[in-house]
Nanobody, 119 residues
Framework: QVQLVESGGGLVQAGGSLRLSCAASGRTFSGYVMGWFRQAPGKEREFVARINWSGSSTYYKDSVKGRFTISRDNAKNTVYLQMNSLKPEDTAIYYC????????????WGQGTQVTVSS
């Protein structure tokens, strides 16, 4: 059974930083794309970032470019999201995802971790 377990969320002041981690288990993820989505209160879930298997390609939502960095450690089946210069509008539940291909909707979702940015 595939499991994605996120950690690293919390409360931070605007301008601060957080690093989210997501450990995947339950199958071989060779070649899979890993990523992050988020859902703010009263809003639809939205894409944040994704990274290919080798780490050579990344893609970000426009509003987080230059502030967020996605990376992965395949030996640990773990994906990270370094979030700097956080803004109150980044407040959301952040979900880790795994997809078979770059353009696919995610096949697997984590339970989510809360990120709250105070002004």
């Amino acid at each position: 059974q595939v499991q994605l377990v996120e950690s690293g969320g919390g409360l931070v002041q605007a301008g601060g930083s957080l690093r989210l981690s997501c450990a995947a288990s339950g199958r071989t993820f060779s070649g899979y794309v890993m990523g992050w989505f988020r859902q703010a209160p009263g809003k639809e879930r939205e894409f944040v970032a994704r990274i290919n298997w080798s780490g050579s390609s990344t893609y970000y939502k426009d509003s987080v470019k230059g502030r967020f960095t996605i990376s992965r450690d395949n030996a640990k089946n773990t994906v990270y999201l370094q979030m700097n210069s956080l803004k109150p509008e980044d407040t959301a539940i952040y979900y880790c995802t795994v997809a078979r291909r770059w353009t696919d909707e995610p096949d697997y979702w984590g339970q989510g971790t809360q990120v709250t940015v105070s002004s």
